[in-house]
């Protein structure tokens, strides 16, 4: 398959002609057995279109030619991509990925056509966020948090490409910036500051004594003892059913989590998708 190149002229509204190029290419045929062309163009003069045929014409015989479409990345995410990550990742998963897209993302490139997206754009962006990606005006985005983003939106880009939208995924040349030493990249990352990375701070034995004391007869009082004294995370504490716990023996199954989606609480499984026993001090069993 070769192709070619065809001369357009028009006059516009000046009087003075104008000329432009296209590359024809043939992509097969029809139900109906007619021929189908793709146009590719304009181009100021042949010798652009002559590149252009010879690069789309390579992608064809490749097996890599994508036609081009006008879908945006605003729809491919919100028609498409949301839709199907729903059935395959947890909800609170899903959601952080919607969070960061709908509030960094697709203000910022929603619009363009997601064939369009360049490395040039995806860095863009990256910097933006960087410098004024807060939602309340104060500055930029933690490194840690653009990089999330930039995760996303790889994954974004890759499931277009496997869905043959786009011919690469540019995220994969992208450059996110790094995170600062210590900070780990983690998904909360919507309304992530700046600044430098915070040094973790912890209570002591005493002060955490003192507050189990000050808290033994609200009515979360127990709900704050298992949670220092087993590690539990606190939707694992918010998820216990009485029939995962046996004071018997002394433990209990985290089987079972509560999370904020969308304001609304959702149950889900732990992060490890398995029960995890957990044996309980006697203190604990004593409450």
Known sequence: MEGHVHKRVSVGSNGK????????IDVGRGPDGRRKQKWHGGFRTRKEAEAARAKIVSEVNAGTYIAAQAITFDSWVREQWLPAMRSQVKVSTWDSYRRNLELHVLPRLGARPIQQITVVHLNG????????????????????????????????????????????NVAARAKPPRPRAGSGVGRGGAGGGRGGVREMKFWTPSELSVFLGLVREHRLGCAFHLAAMTGMRRGEVLGLRWRDV???????????????????????????????????DAGTVAL
Do not use: C, M
């Not at 002609?17 to 024809?24: D, K, T």
């Not at 960087?130 to 104060?138: E, I, K």
């Not at 732990?270 to 044996?279: S, Y």
């Open 17 to 24: 002609e104008r000329i432009r190029w296209y590359v024809v």
């Open 125 to 168: 962006l990256y910097a933006e966020l960087l410098a004024d990606g807060r939602r309340n005006g104060a500055g930029g985005l933690s490194p840690k948090t653009v990089r999330y983003v930039h995760t996303i939106v790889h994954k974004v880009l890759g499931d277009a490409f496997d869905a043959s939208l786009v011919s690469q």
């Open 246 to 280: 046996s004071l018997d023996l002394g433990r209990l199954s985290v089987r079972h989590t509560l999370v904020s989606v969308a304001y609304e609480i959702v149950e889900s499984t732990p992060k490890t998708h398995q029960a995890r026993v957990i044996d309980l």
